[in-house]
């Protein structure tokens, strides 16, 4: 895959595009910051706003190939112009998704390190501020599970950095405890490197989402529910303090 645009510049929220093709539900740009949902983390929202004073709110992106279509509703069709528009990425939904995102890893990371090297079998993020991981832990005392939380609030508090780094294979095969889920393979880039999430002294993993820079930049998280989902999956749910 063609490396996304969110991930070589996270920050930029705010950007100039060409509509190249249109439906009556989206358009496609030439090009386009949204982070376009994959691993658990739902898709950027935002707006779309031309000359003279229109826009149009974007909700969800529907890939299609290696084309994000930027969705909005069908009441719209026609609106938006086959022209330059200016797209503004929800700031306030990014940071939601970010945080949980983030959370996830260092909750991951604790669950690794302490569960003997347990793998992810699924994740999704929602837009309440919660999210739900499953791990392949059959024999875990979930209070074992639940007492994570004051660690997991440590490792915020620690202000750890966050940063993207890309391996290639070589690097990849020494390295394979950064692959954590169970059967799902990270996708490599077009240059056959895959995308690693470092949290300074603690964790790397593959991952293709967004993170905050610093683990500082997170609410606090509550461990709020644990629930045995079959014989091997263990699911924790989290929740963003707010
Ligand atoms: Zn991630």
Redesign the pocket.
């Known amino acids: 895959m063609s490396p996304y645009l969110c991930h070589i510049d996270p920050d930029c929220l705010r950007f100039e595009a060409r509509v190249v093709a249109r439906r009556p539900d989206g358009v496609l740009l030439d090009r386009s910051f949204f982070y376009p949902g994959g691993?658990g983390q739902l898709a950027d929202r935002g707006t779309l706003a031309w000359e003279g004073g229109g826009s149009v709110r974007i909700d969800r992106i529907e890939m299609q190939g290696a084309n994000a279509w930027h969705c909005f509703d069908t009441a719209d069709a026609g609106r938006v112009p086959d022209d330059r528009v200016v797209v503004d990425v929800d700031a306030d939904f990014r940071f939601l998704m970010s945080q949980l995102?983030t959370g996830?890893?260092l909750l991951n990371a604790l669950v690794y390190q302490r569960f003997e090297g347990s793998l992810v079998t699924g994740v999704q993020m929602a837009a309440d501020g919660t999210a739900r991981i499953d791990f392949d832990l059959p024999a875990a005392d979930n209070n074992a599970l639940r007492a994570l939380e004051p660690a997991l609030n440590d490792l915020i508090a620690d202000g750890r950095p966050v940063k993207a780094l890309y391996l290639d294979a070589a690097a990849l095969a020494r390295e394979p405890g950064v692959l954590r889920s169970r059967s799902v393979a990270p996708p490599s880039q077009a240059d056959g490197t895959t995308r690693i999430?470092e949290i300074e002294g603690l964790d790397r993993?593959a991952?293709?989402?967004t993170?905050l820079s610093n683990t500082a930049q997170s609410a606090p998280l509550r461990i709020l529910k644990i629930e045995n989902k079959g014989q091997h999956n263990r699911r924790i749910r989290i929740g963003l303090v707010s």
Do not use: D, K, N, P
Request: proline share 0%.
């Open positions: 691993g995102h996830l890893h999430i993993q991952c293709g989402g993170h």
